[in-house]
T-cell receptor
Framework: QKEVEQNSGPLSVPEGAIASLNCTYSDRGSQSFFWYRQYSGKSPELIMFIYSNGDKEDGRFTAQLNKASQYVSLLIRDSQPSDSATYLCARYFSNYQLIWGAGTKLIIKP | GAGVSQSPRYKVAKRGQDVALRCDPISGHVSLFWYQQALGQGPEFLTYFQNEAQLDKSGLPSDRFFAERPEGSVSTLKIQRTQQEDSAVYLC??????????????FGSGTRLTVV
């Protein structure tokens, strides 16, 4: 199976709080995972990738991967209104093809 | 170029019309990908080129869809006899290495196709 599952949202978070976005996948062979941000009417832009179990931090963003439970999450600390967007989770299906979730719409309320 | 460039940005086609969508990848990028994104959905893989070779076209929805990259740089996605279900955003992406480099890839701004 190729599926990558995300809650479509919208997820509403107050400004300054932590936004938590989750993604589950069904293929235990999946190795690399990506979080992309997509503003309305724009193309996806890469935020983070992760391939090892555990946490990976980059500025206000932390990606978490748990291969045993088959989920990957993205935490956004100190959420800003500019973080309002759709967040897409993706994994490699082959060594070049990405399989995508449908995305979670995040709304940061001032 | 500095980024992946796609044209036109918007295209309205009458049902049955042929369309051609252009992608100009980042200079020197070996790999080029086409994805289709329907409203409210994640992108769906269409096809993959490594230089001028089309190594995977398994995602093309029908034989009305055709893609080429004759000189290993600019690519064109052609859709013949467009139908309403072809309405979507068509995204092109490129990466430096022969695969996705393990780091994902860079997308162009997309072409929004509306078939009326």
């Amino acid at each position: 199976q190729k599926e990558v599952e995300q809650n479509s949202g919208p997820l509403s978070v107050p400004e300054g709080a932590i936004a938590s976005l989750n993604c589950t996948y069904s293929d235990r062979g999946s190795q690399s995972f990506f979080w992309y941000r997509q503003y309305s009417g724009k193309s996806p832009e890469l935020i983070m990738f992760i391939y090892s179990n555990g946490d990976k931090e980059d500025g206000r963003f932390t990606a978490q991967l748990n291969k045993a439970s088959q989920y990957v999450s993205l935490l956004i600390r100190d959420s800003q209104p500019s973080d309002s967007a759709t967040y897409l989770c993706a994994r490699y299906f082959s060594n070049y093809q990405l399989i995508w979730g449908a995305g979670t719409k995040l709304i940061i309320k001032p | 170029g500095a980024g992946v460039s796609q044209s036109p940005r918007y295209k309205v086609a009458k049902r049955g019309q042929d369309v051609a969508l252009r992608c100009d990848p980042i200079s020197g990028h070996v790999s080029l990908f086409w994805y289709q994104q329907a409203l409210g959905q994640g992108p769906e893989f269409l096809t993959y080129f490594q230089n001028e070779a089309q190594l995977d076209k398994s995602g093309l929805p029908s034989d009305r869809f055709f893609a080429e990259r004759p000189e290993g740089s600019v690519s064109t996605l052609k859709i013949q006899r467009t139908q309403q279900e072809d309405s979507a955003v068509y995204l092109c992406a490129s990466s430096l290495g022969p695969t996705g480099d393990g780091y994902g890839y860079t997308f162009g701004s997309g072409t929004r196709l509306t078939v009326v």
